[in-house]
């Protein structure tokens, strides 16, 4: 089956511009989750769909951050503006439900503000 | 509140020698233990998982952990490291409250040496 796919694999934009990032979890799979992974730290937890809601995203900086999945299955999350702060990999995972299931990841979109 | 601690940042180990990895948890309810590797350039890939049941957990490529309520930890094991486990392994808890929410160490980074 395939994995968890996003795109880009890397970016590099300046402080104030805009950002998106594109996220296709694994066929059925009804919970995703992107997580901000900075350099030296573990994975937090930005926002969790379950199918196309929202169900948790209180660690998300609702200020420049945003999140939609369209009919509960692509998902994109953008940055505007972006600041220095927020260079970091943004990785997206997907799991069967929001049980605790093993959550499946993508490879990563390595985002770098100058 | 939840929390995860790896105290060990980096671990040197020669080929073929056991290693442990620590990991260390407080919650006030039940939880569920995962522990996750992420080799350089790709997304985290879980190596074996604790919900319930048996408290010695066996896992993907030889790793074995143990859940120890009284100590609140689950420290990872493999008697003898190869080459190839050189890797970055993240520990996480998931606690039944609602939403399943992850909650990853700051992770350990795993060398083998030659």
């Known amino acids: 089956e395939a994995g968890v796919a996003q795109s880009p694999r890397y970016k590099i934009i300046e402080k104030r511009q805009s950002v998106a990032f594109w996220c296709n979890p694994i066929s059925g799979h009804a919970t995703l989750y992107w997580y901000q992974q900075i350099l030296g730290q573990g994975p937090k937890l930005l926002i969790q769909?379950?199918?196309?809601?929202?169900?948790?995203d209180s660690q998300l900086p609702k200020d420049r951050f945003s999140a939609e999945r369209l009919k509960g299955v692509d998902s994109t999350l953008k940055i505007q503006p972006a600041k220095l702060e927020d260079s970091a990999v943004y990785l997206c995972?997907?799991?069967?439900?929001?049980?605790?299931?093993?959550?499946?990841f993508g490879p990563g979109t390595r985002l770098l503000v100058l | 509140a939840q929390s995860v601690t790896q105290l060990d940042s980096q671990v040197p180990v020669f080929e073929e020698a056991p290693v442990e990895l620590r990991c260390n948890y407080s919650?006030?309810?039940?939880?569920?233990l995962f522990w996750y590797v992420q080799y350089p350039n790709q997304g985290l890939q879980l190596l074996l998982k604790?919900?319930?049941?048996?408290?010695l957990v066996k896992g993907i490529n030889g790793f074995e952990a143990e859940f120890n309520k009284s100590q609140t930890s689950f420290h990872l094991r493999k008697p003898s490291v190869h080459i190839s486990d050189t890797a970055e392994y993240f520990c996480a808890v998931s606690v039944a409250s609602g939403t399943y929410k992850y909650i990853f160490g700051t992770g350990t980074r795993l060398k083998v040496l030659a």
């Open positions: 919650s006030s309810v039940s939880v569920y």
């Open positions: 769909f379950q199918n196309n809601g929202v169900v948790d």
């Open positions: 604790y919900l319930s049941g048996s408290t």
């Open positions: 995972a997907s799991s069967l439900a929001a049980r605790p299931e093993t959550q499946y």
